[in-house]
């Protein structure tokens, strides 16, 4: 009985979860509804009720676990292996490991960051990266601290180069390999950490371990 209550709640939250992905797309964060979840999903209401308080209550939720397993991964990314396998003209396998995540998500990922979706998501990304690309370049070389390009403007280069490439892999059906896409933000972060600041695979004491 227990493991036939666990399935029926699995398949409730699939179906909330896939009636909220259509509702973002439709009418934006902002404007969700439980009414306007539980009836696309075909559920009523009091079984909604048995697992979220509310319509943001389910949207938040929904975003901490994505968002769990995205920076779980990206806390593996390393400025100075994109430009060591950059080298070799392969993808930075942590970087490939992000790209399949998305993948996994792609319909979360193809509303979240669209137009109808919540731009502090993207804003959540970038300073991610901040905090974890800036400190490791600056680890290796200190010097750039007062050279460096300013963080806003080093940041916007490297999160809308790489989160334009994966939303229009998503959105036009992710017909290539996530190992393709990595190799070409591997190459794009590469080139413009070398035009930036200056720098090469075999500078300072060589990768930083993440």
């Avoid at 973002?24 to 909604?48: Q, W, Y």
């Avoid at 998500?105 to 300073?127: S, Y």
């Avoid at 680890?139 to 403007?153: F, G, S, W």
């Avoid at 998503?170 to 017909?175: A, D, K, R, S």
């Amino acid at each position: 009985m227990a493991e036939k209550m666990d399935r029926r709640k699995v398949r409730t939250k699939a179906l909330l979860y896939k009636a909220l992905i259509k509702v973002l797309e439709e009418k934006g964060p902002s404007r969700i509804t439980v009414s306007d979840i539980t009836e696309n999903a075909g559920l009523n209401r009091s079984t909604f009720y048995l697992h979220y308080t509310d319509a943001i209550d389910l949207l938040e939720r929904v975003k901490a676990d994505i968002w769990a397993g995205l920076s779980e991964r990206m806390k593996n990314l390393n400025p100075y292996n994109y430009l060591s396998y950059a080298v070799k003209n392969e993808p930075d396998p942590a970087m490939v490991k992000v790209i399949e995540y998305y993948g996994e998500h792609a319909d979360f990922f193809k509303v979240i960051l669209g137009p109808n979706g919540d731009p502090a998501f993207a804003v959540r990304i970038k300073e991610f990266l901040k905090e974890h690309h800036l400190s490791k370049i600056l680890d290796i070389r200190p010097d750039l601290a007062d050279t460096i390009v300013p963080k806003d403007y080093m940041i916007a280069y490297l999160a809308a180069s790489n989160l334009s490439i994966l939303l229009n892999w998503i959105e036009t059906g992710m017909q290539q390999s996530p190992r393709t896409i990595a190799l070409m933000i591997t190459s794009i972060l590469s080139s413009g950490l070398n035009q930036l600041y200056g720098i090469s695979h075999n500078n300072g004491s060589g990768p930083v371990k993440a």
